[in-house]
Nanobody, 121 residues
Framework: QVQLVESGGGLVQPGGSLTLSCAAS????????MAWYREAPGKQRELVAA??????KYADSVKGRFTISRDSAKNTLLLQMNSLKAEDTAVYYC????????????????WGQGTQVTVSS
């Protein structure tokens, strides 16, 4: 049984930083294609970043500010978020089991419950 549990969200001021974690069980994070999505109020869920076999993909809106990585020792997916903006406010979800082919991430069937990130002064 696959389980993904996100943590690390919270309230942060514009320009601040947060690191989100997605602890996985039932899969090996280091060999699975994984991604972070976010969903803001009134908007569709969108891809933020994906990783697969050392290849990464980022949404244009977060390039240069966010970094996706994997901690094999903890079997955890990470998202380091710097220079946060109000428009980054959303619920962030971890996704696993997809596939990153070229510049396209095909969403997997496993989701976490989400963690709220609020960027506000």
């Amino acid at each position: 049984q696959v389980q993904l549990v996100e943590s690390g969200g919270g309230l942060v001021q514009p320009g601040g930083s947060l690191t989100l974690s997605c602890a996985a069980s039932g899969i090996i994070v280091s060999i699975y294609s994984m991604a972070w999505y976010r969903e803001a109020p009134g908007k569709q869920r969108e891809l933020v970043a994906a990783v697969d076999s050392g290849t990464t993909k980022y949404a244009d809106s977060v390039k240069g500010r966010f970094t996706i990585s994997r901690d094999s020792a903890k079997n955890t997916l990470l998202l380091q978020m710097n220079s946060l903006k109000a428009e980054d406010t959303a619920v962030y979800y971890c996704n696993a089991g997809g596939r990153l082919a070229g510049s396209t991430y095909y969403v997997g069937g496993y989701w976490g419950q989400g963690t709220q990130v609020t960027v506000s002064s």
